[in-house]
T-cell receptor, first 118, second 114 residues
């Protein structure tokens, strides 16, 4: 089974509109972190936002928010008021404590390509 | 801090040659990761180190690949001999030790094997 699933290979959004990028995860570890990264066409990987497994409130960073639904194992990224500069590839990632394995595990999803339309 | 530093930024080599990619993590970070990104396979974790010790190398594709971290401020990923299918962007990332810490990525090395 995939540890991180991003079901939307590509999405379009109108400038100034909000958009939600989906991410579901699979883990049996109680301690884990969920992360979103942005990769523009220039290639660098940029950290956007993080959610810890024990966090009670959804994380927010400026125009980015993470809709964390623990029971459903989903961690969707919401971008409000989209801008042309938001056009990029977006990756969801999970970092697990992996108590049984004795070492941490890090998994990235396959990414969603977002295009913002003027 | 200067962030994660990778060199070279671009490497073009011929099949059969040895390639060495270099990474300097952010000072104070406990973990160092090596990733490979291709259109076909996406972002793959190759290996990671904790306090200079290799922890999980299950993602290393084959024996032609090796990675070392001789000290806390330097790591190398070596491919010997290189093959055209190794052409990819190789990222190095570093982080603090808990699962709640994000990874900081370097700019990547674009490797082309002819």
């Amino acid at each position: 089974a995939q540890k991180i699933t991003q079901t939307q290979p590509g999405m379009f959004v109108q400038e100034k509109e909000a958009v939600t990028l989906d991410c579901t995860y699979d883990t049996s570890d109680p301690s884990y972190g969920l992360f979103w990264y942005k990769q523009p066409s220039s290639g660098e990987m940029i950290f956007l936002i993080y959610q810890g497994s024990y966090d009670q409130q959804n994380a927010t960073e400026g125009r980015y928010s993470l809709n964390f639904q623990k029971a459903r194992k989903s961690a969707n990224l919401v971008i409000s008021a989209s801008q042309l500069g938001d056009s990029a590839m977006y990756f969801c990632a999970m970092r697990e404590a992996a108590y049984s394995g004795g070492y941490q595990k890090v998994t990235f999803g396959t990414g969603t390509k977002l295009q913002v339309i003027p | 801090d200067a962030g994660v530093i990778q060199s070279p930024r671009h490497e073009v080599t011929e099949m059969g040659q040895e390639v060495t990619l270099r990474c300097k993590p952010i000072s104070g970070h406990d973990y160092l990761f090596w990733y490979r990104q291709t259109m076909m396979r996406g972002l793959e974790l190759l290996i990671y180190f904790n306090n200079n010790v290799p922890i999980d190398d299950s993602g290393m594709p084959e024996d032609r690949f090796s990675a070392k971290m001789p000290n806390a401020s330097f790591s190398t990923l070596k491919i010997q001999p290189s093959e055209p299918r190794d052409s990819a962007v190789y990222f190095c990332a570093s982080s603090l030790m808990t699962v709640y810490n994000e990874q900081f990525f370097g700019p990547g090395t674009r490797l082309t094997v002819l």
